[in-house]
Structures are given as C-alpha cells and as structure tokens.
Nanobody
Framework: QVQLVETGGGMMQAGGSLELSCAAS????????MGWFRQSPGKERDFVGA????????KYADFVKGRFTISLDKSKNMVFLQMNRLNPEDTAVYYC??????????????????WGHGTQVTVSS
C-alpha cells in the first residue's frame, strides 16, 4: 500500500505563487507516474499535470502550461507542484496521485491507483 500526503495549500492573492508537496510512504517502489489533480466544488476532478518517476518527463493540462511546474525529489520520495501567477480559477482542492502502470503519463483519474486526501488552495482576487 502507498500513502500520499499533500501539504502546502493555503490562501493566496491573485498573481502570487504557492508550492504544494506530496510525500509518499509505504510501498514506494514500482511507481511510474505521479500526478496532480484538482477539484472545485460541484465540478469534476481535473488533471493538472504529471511526471514520470523514471524518466522525469512531464505532461500538463493546457490551462496550467507555463504557470505550473512539477518536479521530483526521489531521495525523499516527494513530488512538488510549483504554482505561479495564480488566479481565482485555480481555487480548488489539489490531490496527489500515483500510477503503477509503466510507460505512460496518464491524464485521467482512472489511470491512478493511489490518492492523497488533498490540500485546499484558495486564490482571492
């Protein structure tokens, strides 16, 4: 079993930056992609971006390209989501997820096997 814990959420004014962290524990070997998703009240859980644990390749949703960056610290089993130029539409609960399937960077929530409990990000105008 894998446990994922997100931290770093909070309140921010539009235009600001925030970095989210995801710490993984438990059975930590064999991962192939780590993803970030977000969900606003009454909306679907949307793909934000993901990174392949082995290659370091990344994939991002169109609405965050150029503003968000995902990175890894393999020595600490951690994934980061750096968010810049935040706007109120970025307000959501952000979730970290892990995918065991090799050779892909999934963009669907169905691609991911393990999930954290989420961290709230609120951006005010």
């Amino acid at each position: 079993q894998v446990q994922l814990v997100e931290t770093g959420g909070g309140m921010m004014q539009a235009g600001g930056s925030l970095e989210l962290s995801c710490a993984a524990s438990g059975r930590t070997f064999g991962w192939y992609a780590m993803g970030w998703f977000r969900q606003s009240p009454g909306k679907e859980r949307d793909f934000v971006g993901a990174i392949n644990w082995i290659s370091g390749n990344t994939k991002y949703a169109d609405f965050v390209k150029g503003r968000f960056t995902i990175s890894l610290d393999k020595s600490k089993n951690m994934v980061f989501l750096q968010m810049n130029r935040l706007n109120p539409e970025d307000t959501a609960v952000y979730y970290c997820a892990a995918d065991r399937y090799p050779g892909r960077i999934g963009a669907s929530r169905n691609d991911y096997d393990y999930w954290g409990h989420g961290t709230q990000v609120t951006v005010s105008s």
